[in-house]
């Protein structure tokens, strides 16, 4: 018996990365999936995103496990885009379990030298990073309720939601996620619903392997501060696995939590 048997997940930025990798783990677990990307670029993002390609393999992947799936285009900066995936989601499957927001952008650049280009990568950070969790949590809310079953919501937020690693719209967005994460443990908790976050450090994926992260870690480095892990990178499937517990039925005491998966990193950094 798969601890996800029957159950139907939401998972947001399923084009590839983490979003692919969980899509996939939770459907080998039993679930069904609803997801949305982008799949089109964010400009003041140091790298491309995911395109319509990359989201038909990870529906490939996740059927070719004899899960269904309904995929969209969708901004999680637009709440109405990530409403209308979830009800078609829901008519299709009947049902709302899971929600895993995993959507996110890094905004470091180096190279941007006005204000407006600083001021552009701040808002679109807090839109993505932060707005973007609040709209994927309140688009799922509702059905989870209404369903009477319970469920998991877990937020994928970032050791910078735990340390002060910049002053940036990204650490600002990744403690506010803790933020919304801890008040609506408590909103939800009469309903049987548990609400997390999983804090990777940097994991293998094209967020954190790309030239403006590099340069970030290579300036940081220069002025004696370790933003390494303790241990190797990360890979999508250490931060799944984590995901995929704290849905299961193993977890189910376990809400209104900070689980850093870091390789080391909160330690090592003060």
């Known amino acids: 018996m798969y601890r996800l048997e029957g159950r139907v997940a939401f998972i947001t930025g399923i084009g590839r990365g983490q ?3 969980q899509a996939v783990r939770l459907a080998s677990e039993g679930a069904d999936i609803i997801g949305v990307d982008i799949c089109r670029d964010v400009e003041s993002a140091a790298y491309s995103m995911a395109s319509e390609d990359d989201m038909a393999e990870t529906v490939r992947q996740v059927e070719a ?3 269904r799936v309904v995929a969209r285009v969708g901004d999680v900066r637009d709440g109405a885009s990530l409403r209308k995936a979830v009800q078609e989601g829901v008519e299709q499957f009947g049902r709302l379990d899971f929600v895993v927001a995993n959507a996110g952008i890094s905004t470091a650049q180096f190279g941007m030298t006005t204000p407006e280009q600083e001021e552009q990568a701040w808002n679109d950070a807090i ?4 707005t973007g969790a609040w709209n994927t949590a309140q688009a799922a809310i509702p059905y989870m309720v209404a369903g009477g079953r319970g469920g998991s919501i877990v937020f994928i937020g970032s050791t ?54 590099q340069a970030y870690v290579d300036a940081q480095a220069e002025k004696g501060a370790g933003h390494q892990n303790a241990m190797p990178l990360l890979e999508p499937a250490d931060i799944s696995a984590a995901v995929a517990f704290l849905l299961s039925d193993e977890a189910r005491y376990i809400t209104g939590t900070d689980l850093p998966v870091d390789a080391g990193f909160v330690n090592r950094v003060s």
């Open 19 to 21: 979003g692919r990798n």
């Open 65 to 67: 496990l004899g899960r």
């Open 160 to 213: 910078a939601g735990l340390r002060g690693l910049g002053a940036g719209g990204y650490t600002a967005a990744k403690h506010g996620v803790v933020g919304i994460m801890r008040g609506l443990a408590n909103e939800l908790a009469e309903d049987n619903i548990r609400v997390n976050v999983v804090h990777p450090a940097a994991v293998n994926t094209p967020m954190a392997v790309n030239e403006g992260m």
């Open 127 to 130: 839109a993505v990073n932060l």
